[in-house]
Nanobody, 125 residues
Framework: QVQLMESGGGSIQPGESLTLSCTIS?????????MAWFRQGPGEEREKVAG????????VYADSVKGRFTISQDKNKGILYLQMDSVRPEDTAMYYC?????????????????WGQGTQVTVSS
């Protein structure tokens, strides 16, 4: 059973930066074919943010965060990161880390995914 734990959330102002981390219990991000960040804002459905194929390192981003957010990994420490720059109030959400050992589509887990508990990001002036 894979466990994921997110950290790094907080309250920040528009235009600032924040880095989220997700630690995978296996100790290696490559134990999953892909890992990704999702988010869910108040009253909204969960949406994709960024994904990565852990072996090759190929990444994919939602249009809403492209050019502002960067997904990366430390393979041997088993940590997935989300660097959030130039944040906006609409980035306010609970951010979740997800991983799938074999079921990935376009860089995102789409079945049999493991999920973390989430970390809250609030962007407000």
């Amino acid at each position: 059973q894979v466990q994921l734990m997110e950290s790094g959330g907080g309250s920040i102002q528009p235009g600032e930066s924040l880095t989220l981390s997700c630690t995978i219990s296996s100790g290696h991000t490559t134990s999953s074919d892909c890992m990704a960040w999702f988010r869910q804002g108040p009253g909204e459905e969960r949406e994709k943010v960024a994904g990565i194929y852990t072996g090759a390192g190929n990444t994919v981003y939602a249009d809403s965060v492209k050019g502002r957010f960067t997904i990366s990994q430390d393979k041997n420490k088993g940590i997935l990161y989300l660097q959030m720059d130039s944040v906006r109030p609409e980035d306010t959400a609970m951010y979740y880390c997800a991983a799938s050992q074999r079921w990935c589509r376009n860089g995102y887990p789409f079945r049999d995914a493991y999920w973390g508990q989430g970390t809250q990001v609030t962007v407000s002036s």
